[in-house]
């Protein structure tokens, strides 16, 4: 992680406030929260989730309190796949203890909040998972939701462990749609992108595909993402982390994978980011014609 440096920090390495000034203004260095700098260099080399938890290192160190992240940054702080980075810090502190955000872009919530529901990871304080996949599932939009919900073995936690943590919550708000987010999660998703892409076939009129379906090749045996396997297609979701590891030798292998079972009459569509969240639609027409084509169909 790129390192924070504070305003004392800073002056204790002999530069003056002028000096910090003139940084900042020529783009030297980046200001991550008041009083909390990092070299712009270092900050363009992160990923927008680094940068987003590098601000949130730095409100837990300016704070008098280290606060309880929760939501979206809670989900952040653990380490989830997130639909999207959340534009804003989010905090959670119990009734009674102030409303005031404190700072700009800082979300405080007020709920009852037990110690048991409060994890450290990485020296940050945030809700446990369960608390953080619950509370995201009653408050974020639903596909930002169901991604998170997807991920619950993280925790070792399952659907009847979330379903029965919900009933004694009770009135509270957002409960009823948790329920929806939780009768809509399927922990068989491998990805961000695995996940939108099934909530994306599920609205759509298209025949419900199999999950994870692993199809016997000549050198090793190839598990699809999504399949029909009377119509023999496959779809792939392409995501910029699936090859993150390795990628010449993973995607090497994945293509010799693919190219095997179309050697067995399978046709393999592949999406991505775009076709599933931009043109949800055309990728949709474009899955329909495959089907239509496939010899299982006639």
């Not at 300016?62 to 653990?78: G, K, R, Y």
Request: charged residues 25%.
């Amino acid at each position: 992680m790129t390192d924070l440096m504070s305003l004392t920090q800073l002056h204790d390495t002999g530069l003056s406030g002028h000096e910090i000034r003139r940084r900042l203004r020529d783009g030297e260095l980046h200001r991550v929260h008041p009083g909390y700098f990092t070299t712009s260099e270092a900050y363009r080399r992160l990923r927008p989730e680094e940068q987003s938890l590098l601000r949130h290192r730095a409100l837990s160190r300016a704070a008098s309190v280290p606060p309880v992240f929760c939501l979206a940054s809670a989900a952040l702080v653990h380490g989830l796949g997130l639909r999207r980075v959340p534009a804003r810090l989010h905090t959670l502190t119990r009734p009674g203890q102030g409303t005031h955000n404190g700072y700009a872009g800082v979300v405080r919530h007020q709920e009852p909040l037990p110690e048991s529901d409060v994890a450290t990871v990485d020296g940050l304080r945030a809700t446990s998972g369960e608390r953080t996949l619950l509370d995201c599932a009653r408050l974020l939009p639903f596909a930002d939701a169901v991604v998170l919900a997807d991920q619950a073995p993280r925790f070792g936690l399952t659907r009847v462990r979330l379903e029965n943590r919900l009933l004694e919550w009770a009135g509270r708000r957002g409960v009823r749609r948790a329920r929806c987010v939780l009768d809509a999660m399927d922990t068989r998703s491998e990805s961000v992108g695995e996940t939108l892409t099934r909530l994306m076939l599920a609205e759509s009129a298209l025949p419900a595909p199999e999950l994870q379906w692993v199809i016997v090749g000549r050198t090793g045996s190839y598990r699809a993402d999504f399949a029909w396997p009377e119509q023999r297609l496959v779809l792939e979701f392409d995501g910029e982390c699936k090859y993150a590891d390795s990628a010449a030798t993973v995607i090497r292998n994945e293509r010799r994978r693919e190219v095997e079972i179309q050697e067995q009459g399978w046709t393999v569509i592949r999406v991505g980011w775009h076709d599933v969240v931009r043109a949800p639609a055309a990728t949709v027409a474009r899955i329909e014609a495959a089907l239509r084509r496939s010899p299982g169909s006639r």
